[in-house]
């Protein structure tokens, strides 16, 4: 069966005065000229994105687009009216936002994170902001520790929203966010804590002291090339995560293992080599 608002392999079986005719088989689809790039002959097997065009037909195209059925994504919007917001695929459909699912009216030319869902009953795609809507609160596939892909979504008083895996949801705190973080931001997290209500603690670092030996190790090499850092025990989070891409608590810990190891001495702003 071929699915709407999806990727699809699918065999070219004929060719007519539209374009190309696609197959899965059973079921087939119309890949008008316009979309058909490169050398393409019956029989090729393509991969391509089959939805509902402008007026109800069903067909293809090879184009990348921006976001799938069942994807989050950062999606920019085009056109605005009274019924909600067009978002732009990357294709000649754009993808629309009923006005009752946006988390916040939005407004022209701004982009925002998004859940893309098949909608049943007309079998076109549509666009929520409202993305804790689509996420899982339990049956977690991961454990504290983990590392996981991430996906910001927006800001909060307490931090950012991060999609999980393209599955759940969780949260960035203010206070341990030592670099530049804005929504649409894909990046690589782990996760620091499940709590028992379910909601999910994030971080941009490893934890454990494999972590911990990690940075005593890069910290080291780097005094061993430099001689000394101006970073200390009293040096801001901000300085630490500049310069070694760490929290001030893993910075800590690593040089108070090569202190203890007589590698080195420690003052409020300095490190040295011994």
């Given at each position: 069966m071929i699915s709407i608002g999806k990727y699809n392999t699918l065999r070219v079986a004929a060719k007519n005065s539209q374009g190309l005719s696609l197959t899965d088989g059973?079921?087939?689809?119309?890949?008008?000229?316009?979309?058909?790039?490169?050398?393409i002959a019956l029989g090729d097997d393509v991969e391509a994105f089959v939805y509902l065009n402008k007026d109800g037909s069903t067909v293809a195209t090879l184009k990348n687009v921006l976001a799938t059925a069942d994807d989050f994504a950062?999606?920019?919007?085009?056109?605005?009216?009274?019924d909600g917001a067009y978002l732009d695929l990357g294709i000649d459909k754009d993808v629309f936002v009923p006005r009752r699912e946006q988390k916040r009216p939005m407004?022209?030319?701004?982009?925002?994170?998004v859940f893309v869902y098949l909608d049943d009953m007309s079998n076109r795609l549509l666009a929520s902001s409202k993305v804790d809507q689509f996420v899982e609160y339990e049956n977690y596939d991961f454990e504290e520790g983990d590392s996981v892909e991430l996906l910001i979504v927006d800001k909060s008083d307490l931090g950012y929203n991060a999609i999980i895996n393209n599955?759940?949801?969780g949260l960035l705190y203010h206070n341990e966010v030592f670099t530049t973080v804005e929504p649409g931001l894909r990046c690589k997290g782990w996760i620091k804590k499940i709590r028992v209500e379910g909601?999910?603690?994030?971080t941009l670092q490893p934890s454990g002291f494999g972590h911990i030996l990690d940075t005593k190790d890069y910290i080291l090499e780097e005094l061993k090339a430099v001689g000394e850092i101006n970073l200390g025990d009293k040096s801001s989070p901000e300085d630490i995560y500049d310069r070694f891409q760490v929290s001030k608590?893993?910075?800590?810990k690593a040089i108070g293992g090569l202190y203890k190891e007589r590698l080195i001495t420690v003052s409020d702003h300095h490190i040295k080599l011994i």
């Open positions: 059973t079921n087939e689809v119309l890949l008008p000229f316009i979309e058909v790039t490169g050398d950062l999606l920019k919007v085009v056109d605005v009216n009274d407004e022209l030319g701004e982009s925002y994170v599955e759940f949801i909601k999910i603690d994030l608590s893993a910075f800590k």
